[in-house]
């Protein structure tokens, strides 16, 4: 069973669209982090989230953390081909054992 | 780019033989993690390295050894490859631990291994 569970699984929209992606957990984690993976890399991380109801934006893309601090959300605004990928949240399980989430598969087309 | 080396990026081999990985970092980061990627399990991390010859066990560690003589090198063993054990291998350092402490992790561009 996941730690993180991320939803959806496969996500395939049109240039333009807007989109939200989840990473929820029954575990309370200190912080979580976002990353994405492209194709034969490894995952590159976006943003770290560490307060309740923390909200962080990175040009198109809004992280938010939630207020309990078990689940987090990414919202991209206006998606490009550019934002393909697997995206992936991942917790701080105990020290030094990050778990991530299988992974949201997105797909923009042009 | 962290600097990151995985080697080698693609193996096949038989099952019952052994097989190491090598991850050698350029950084000079104290953390160095190896961890597997599975379709429908994400990254499940298998050991790491908080120092030269300090490892410890992470969520998938049966079947596999790890060893750090150096601060640059993090070798994964798997002592008699397994066909379960078919999978991408990612090497991955942190300069710190702890999200809160930004820990960020730099991954290596993975390692493909395919056990027949």
């Known amino acids: 069973t996941q730690l993180l569970e991320q939803s959806p699984q496969f996500l395939s929209i049109q240039e333009g669209e807007n989109l939200t992606v989840y990473c929820n957990s029954s575990s309370v984690f200190s912080s979580l982090q976002w990353y994405r993976q492209e194709p034969g890399e490894g995952p590159v991380l976006l943003v770290t989230?560490?307060?309740?109801?923390e909200v962080k934006k990175l040009k198109r893309l809004t992280f938010q953390f939630g207020d309990a601090r078990k689940d987090s959300s990414l919202h991209i605004t206006a998606a490009q081909p550019g934002d393909t990928g697997l995206y992936l949240c991942a917790g701080e399980h105990n020290n030094n054992d990050m778990r991530f989430g299988a992974g949201t598969r997105l797909t923009v087309k042009p | 780019d962290a600097g990151i080396t995985q080697s080698p990026r693609h193996k096949v081999t038989e099952t019952g033989t052994p097989v190491t990985l090598r991850c050698h970092q350029t950084?000079?980061?104290?953390?160095m993690y190896w961890y597997r990627q599975d379709p429908g399990h994400g990254l499940r991390l298998i050991h790491y390295s908080y120092g030269v010859k300090d490892t410890d066990k992470g969520e998938v560690s049966d079947g596999y050894s790890v060893s750090r003589s150096k601060t640059e090198d993090f070798l994964l063993t798997l002592e008699s490859a397994t066909s379960s054990q078919t999978s991408v291998y990612f090497c991955?350092?942190?300069?710190?631990?702890?999200?809160?402490?930004?820990?960020?992790?730099?991954f290596g561009e993975g390692s493909r291994l395919t056990v027949l």
């Open positions: 989230v560490v307060t309740g109801g």
């Open positions: 991955a350092i942190s300069e710190s631990t702890g999200f809160a402490n930004t820990g960020e992790l730099f």
């Open positions: 950084e000079n980061h104290r953390y």
